[in-house]
C-alpha cells in the first residue's frame, strides 16, 4: 500500500514563497507518478500540477510561471516550490499517486489517482 505524507505547509505573507515536499512510501518498484492538488473552503479541490511519466510538468493556468513540481527519486519525495504567493493560493495541497504504469501519468484527472496524503495547509496573508 503507497503511503503519502505531506509537509511544508505554513502561513506567509502574499509575494512569499513556501516549498511543500510528500514522502513517498509503500511502493515495491518504480516510484509511482504524482501530482499535487489543492482544495480552498467553499470550492472544489482542483489540479495544481502534475508530472509525466518522463517527469514532464504540467500546471494550472492560475499557478503557471510561479509554482514548480519536481521529484527525487532517491529520496521518494514529490516537491512543489510556490513562489510569489496569493491570497487566492490559500488551501489544503495534497499529493497523489498513482501506479507508473498507468496511462493516466500526468493526468489532470483526480478519480485516476488511487492514493492520496492528508494534506498540509498554506495560508497567504494580504
Known amino acids: 500500500q503507497v503511503r503519502l505524507v505531506e509537509f511544508g505547509g505554513g502561513s506567509v505573507q502574499a509575494g512569499g514563497s513556501l516549498r511543500l515536499s510528500c514522502a513517498t512510501s509503500?511502493?515495491?518498484?518504480?516510484?509511482?507518478?504524482m501530482a499535487w492538488f489543492r482544495q480552498a473552503p467553499g470550492k472544489e479541490r482542483e489540479t495544481v500540477a502534475s508530472?509525466?511519466?518522463?517527469?514532464?510538468?504540467y500546471y494550472s493556468a492560475s499557478v503557471e510561471g510561479r509554482f514548480a513540481i519536481s521529484r527525487d527519486v532517491a529520496k521518494g519525495e514529490l516537491a512543489l516550490q510556490m513562489n510569489s504567493l496569493q491570497p487566492e493560493d490559500t488551501a489544503m495541497y495534497y499529493c497523489?499517486?498513482?501506479?507508473?504504469?498507468?496511462?493516466?501519468?500526468?493526468?489532470?484527472?483526480?478519480?485516476?489517482?488511487?492514493?492520496w496524503g492528508q494534506g498540509t495547509q498554506v495560508t497567504v496573508s494580504s
Open positions: 497523489a499517486a498513482l501506479p507508473r504504469d498507468s496511462d493516466y501519468c500526468g493526468s489532470f484527472r483526480q478519480d485516476r489517482y488511487n492514493w
Open positions: 509503500g511502493y515495491t518498484s518504480n516510484m509511482p507518478c
Open positions: 508530472l509525466t511519466r518522463g517527469d514532464t510538468p
